[in-house]
């Protein structure tokens, strides 16, 4: 009976990632549910002749997906994994050189994200026989250098397989670290384009189902114990929940927690929708772009219980946020590097649902005071307040940013996804979006990067319904991030993923203008306008000639376009029920007022303004400067 089975290395790779399961309790699914390849010569003999020859032979074994562009790939995996709480992602595979570094800021997204993607870029010849090739390297004071050791710095996992013997260790490292809740981020095998069609007699047993249970550990008994302690001490505690809730499926946890106690929530970008926006303790986002009543209970705040959270400068806003000098910091963490930021000395290293559960039976019987809870519902209420006071319709032509959130909001359903990732977005998102489900908001807000949205909308919407879910994704970009990379629209329409993409027309860069204008530099470089040759600059009045909706239009997308006019927010919301009516994807255009701003939640980003300049404007930005950075503090425990 035969105990291998011959293959090239390409072959058995994509064999191997195909029974590869992840195990969570109860949930089993596919760790790797299938691959993008944009092929070149540098896989188009590799991995792509092994796509080919699994979709012949058994179409069902690693399902390709074609993409646009590298980038993106790695976008929509990072999307697919968010959707399912990390426990599955796709693989993308790309050629020798440029192809492969077009992954490159993709890869240090995932990381820092924490979301797993799996990225295989082709290498040049691990003979070297034929040096150099077309688009590989030369470093005379080392030829081994290539485009893929650019992925070292931004993986989680790195290795390169130079052999055909070293594929089942790397193949096997790689998906340790995929699965690994503390570790997950981009996973990085790079294949040498001759290794890739190599032939190797594999062991069977390489090639059978493999599980992957994800750890869950439960907290230490005496670090639980001083957390307690720590709670029950407090006066004013407050909870930051972050995207570990959701990716520990804690939610119930954590409103089971907070009932019982009554302690307030603040939300970190990647927390929202761990808890209803409506709940009586959540008082919204935190930090830089939070709510009025989070920023101000988390100034106040004597016991910080950070759950599942990595704690950004946005999250901190900028170590502003929280002023009482008394404060101490309760991290619930299953990752020691974060479990003891800001000088904890209360660090429980633990699943944050576990964490939870102990928490809830250790702090039986107790709850915040009436004055306090008091005080938690007053500040809820007027921050709400402001929230629809925010939504009204204005009737102008251009309407702000708030306004149309608040439109494309009430015509969504509770279930569906809103998808953002930089700009302006984020922050008003943070402040206004109502999230009314767990899996409702998605801001990738640890790297931020302009055109993530359409990529990563995308890969959300394949999760979905991959898992059974037809809920809408609504992807909210502006028009300076939709520039930076809009293609993928093309992979929605050939195969027919459904998503509502609502694009806010600035004529330029809304939130780089805005903090230009606080740091001193007047918006400059921000607008998109004609270069003015006189002045050297683009800061005229000719708005640039482009036409959006007719470049989605191309794409084969169905598009509504709102003309400026006093019923432009009636539109919009009929376009929303309309788009939502449809099967195929929809581009809604509208123009906005980017001056027109969300209320203020009292938070601060540290962008540090220049100390010397002939600039008025940079001189009065350098005061403003000076007295916010004075709140600062160091945060050592």
Same mark, same amino acid.
């Given at each position: ?57 058994? @179409? ?13 790939? /790695? ?36 990381t820092s994200n924490r979301l797993p993607a799996l990225l295989l870029p082709s290498d040049t010849f691990a003979t070297r026989v034929a040096d150099p090739v077309l688009?590989?390297?030369?470093? @005379? ?19 390169r397989v130079q052999r055909p013997e070293q594929l089942y260790s790397i193949a096997l490292g790689a998906m340790r670290a995929l699965t690994d809740p503390v570790q ?60 570990? /809730? ?33 709940? %009586? ?46 404060? /101490? ?69 251009? %309407? ?132 003015? @040759? ?35 927010i009636d539109e919009l919301s009929a376009a929303i029920a309309t788009a939502k009516a449809k099967t195929t994807s929809t581009f809604i255009h509208i123009n906005s007022? %980017? ?43």
């Open positions: 009976m035969a105990t291998t089975k011959t293959m090239t290395v390409s072959q058995a790779l994509v064999e191997f990632l195909a029974h590869q399961w992840t195990v969570d309790g109860e949930t089993r699914e596919r760790t790797i549910a299938g691959m993008f390849g944009i092929f070149g010569h540098g896989n188009v003999a590799g991995i792509g002749q092994a796509l080919k020859q699994a979709n012949v032979e058994n @179409p069902d074994l690693m399902p390709y997906y074609q993409a646009r562009n590298e980038q993106a790939m /790695v976008h929509q995996s990072v999307g697919y994994a968010r959707m399912h709480r990390r426990r599955a992602t796709l693989a993308s595979a790309a050629s020798v050189g440029p192809g492969a570094a077009n992954m490159l800021t993709a890869a240090a997204l995932a688009q590989q390297l030369e470093h @005379p004071h080392d030829p081994g250098i290539q485009v893929t050791d650019a992925f070292r710095p931004l993986s989680v996992f790195f290795d997950t981020g981009a996973v990085t095998i790079a294949l040498p384009e001759d290794v890739q069609a190599e032939r190797i007699d594999v062991p069977l047993e390489f090639l059978q189902d493999r599980e992957w249970h994800v750890r869950r550990p439960v907290p230490e008994r005496t670090a639980l114990a001083r957390a307690v302690a720590a709670i029950r001490g407090a006066k004013r505690p407050f909870i930051v929940a972050g995207g570990g /809730v959701l990716y520990s499926g804690a939610e119930e946890q954590l409103r089971a927690l907070v009932e019982a106690t009554g302690i307030p929530v603040g939300t970190s970008q990647a927390g929202g929708g761990v808890l209803a926006w409506d709940h %009586p303790q959540n008082l919204g986002g935190v930090g830089a772009t939070g709510t009025l009543a989070a920023n101000r209970l988390a100034a106040e705040a004597d016991v910080v219980i950070g759950v599942g959270t990595r704690y950004s400068d946005f999250t901190t806003a900028s170590r502003t946020a929280f002023q009482n000098p008394d404060v /101490v910091f309760v991290n619930i963490n299953v990752a020691p590097f974060d479990a003891y930021k800001h000088g904890s000395q209360l660090p429980v290293i633990a699943d944050a649902r576990e964490a939870l559960v102990e928490l809830l039976v250790a702090l039986k019987g107790w709850t915040v005071d009436s004055a306090y809870a008091e005080h938690v519902a007053a500040e809820k209420a007027a921050w709400d307040a402001s929230v629809d006071a925010a939504f009204q319709r204005s009737g102008l032509d251009r %309407p702000g940013q708030p306004e149309i959130i608040g439109a494309v909001q009430a015509a969504s359903a509770p279930e569906d996804v809103v998808v953002q990732a930089a700009g302006s977005l984020p922050g008003d998102l943070h402040k206004l979006w109502r999230v009314r489900d767990p899996l409702g908001y998605h801001v990738e807000y640890a790297f931020s990067c302009m055109g993530y949205e359409i990529a990563g909308g995308i890969g959300a919407k394949r999760g979905l319904t991959a898992a059974g879910d037809d809920r809408d994704v609504i992807i909210m970009v502006g028009d300076g991030s939709y520039l930076m990379l809009n293609s993928e629209l093309v992979t929605a329409v050939a195969e027919n993923i459904k998503v509502i993409v609502v694009l806010i027309q600035n004529h330029g860069f809304a939130s780089i203008g805005h903090l230009s204008e606080t740091v001193g530099s007047e918006r400059f470089g921000t607008w998109y306008r004609e270069y003015d @040759p006189q002045a050297r600059n683009f800061q005229g009045d000719r708005i640039l000639p482009v036409d959006l909706a007719a470049n989605a239009r191309s794409y084969g997308l169905d598009v509504i376009e709102i003309d400026p006019s006093p019923s432009a007022d %980017p001056l027109i701003y969300a209320p203020d939640g009292a938070g601060w980003w540290d962008v540090p303004v220049p100390e010397v300049s002939t600039l008025e404007s940079t001189q009065r930005a350098r005061t403003d400067y000076l007295e916010q950075q004075a709140h600062q503090r160091p945060l050592l425990g």
